[in-house]
């Protein structure tokens, strides 16, 4: 069964940082490219950042550029998404999905409030 | 960027219905579309993907079609499942950009 598992949020204060983690299980995690997906309360859907199946290639969308850093290690099948300079508008429910785009297999996903 | 305007925003129907939901893009994004459900407190879920293909283990009253640069995600016979948030996505360019969301309720 194929599990993604998130971590590592919480509350933070304005420009400090914040790693997040996805623990990938019950399939090839090294076969697969990721995405990192997020949802402020109460809004829509929001791609956030896709990373290729080894780690070569790494898309993202303009309002985190230069901020946040996708990233993988495939031999503890885990997606990491580091989130630097934060603000309050990166306040949102952060979610893993397997493929280079979202598709099938999302996590429960885990909570970023970035607040003073 | 690719902009998705997804209408209506909100959705009353009863149950039985048939309901349409659509999106257009503001490019040609060829089939590059899926659609996914989201329920409260819940993770999306996929339901169709390239444009007409029903995902697995999503009911077959759900369809998808296209007509030019406009998608759509019908619903045959609504049931009380299917209560949700609908949104599209495309997939065809960097940034994937999703539709702004509809919220099928009951009416």
């Known amino acids: 069964e194929v599990q993604l598992v998130e971590s590592g949020g919480g509350l933070v204060q304005p420009g400090r940082s914040m790693k997040l983690s996805c623990a990938a299980s019950g399939f090839t995690f090294s076969n697969y490219g990721m995405a990192w997906v997020r949802q402020a309360p109460t809004k829509g859907l929001e791609w956030v950042a896709t990373i290729s199946y080894d780690g070569s290639s790494t898309y993202y969308r303009d309002s985190v550029k230069g901020r946040f850093t996708i990233s993988r290690d495939n031999a503890k099948s885990t997606l990491y998404l580091q989130m630097n300079s934060l603000r309050s508008e990166d306040t949102a429910t952060y979610y893993c999905?397997?493929?280079?785009?979202?598709?099938?297999?999302w996590g429960q996903g885990v909570m970023v409030t970035v607040s003073s | 960027d690719i902009q998705m305007t997804q209408s209506p925003s909100s959705l009353p129907a009863s149950l039985g219905d048939r309901v349409t939901i659509t999106c257009r893009a503001s490019q040609d994004i060829g089939n590059y579309l899926r659609w996914f459900q989201q329920k409260p407190g819940k993770s999306p879920r996929l339901m169709i993907y390239g444009a007409t293909n029903l995902a697995a283990g999503v009911p077959s009253r759900f369809s998808g079609s296209r007509s030019g640069s406009d998608y759509s995600l019908t619903i045959n016979s609504l049931e009380s499942e299917d209560m949700a948030i609908y949104y599209c996505l495309q997939h065809n360019e960097y940034p994937y950009t999703f539709g702004a969301g509809t919220k099928l309720e009951l009416k």
């Open positions: 999905t397997r493929g280079v785009y979202p598709g099938g297999y």
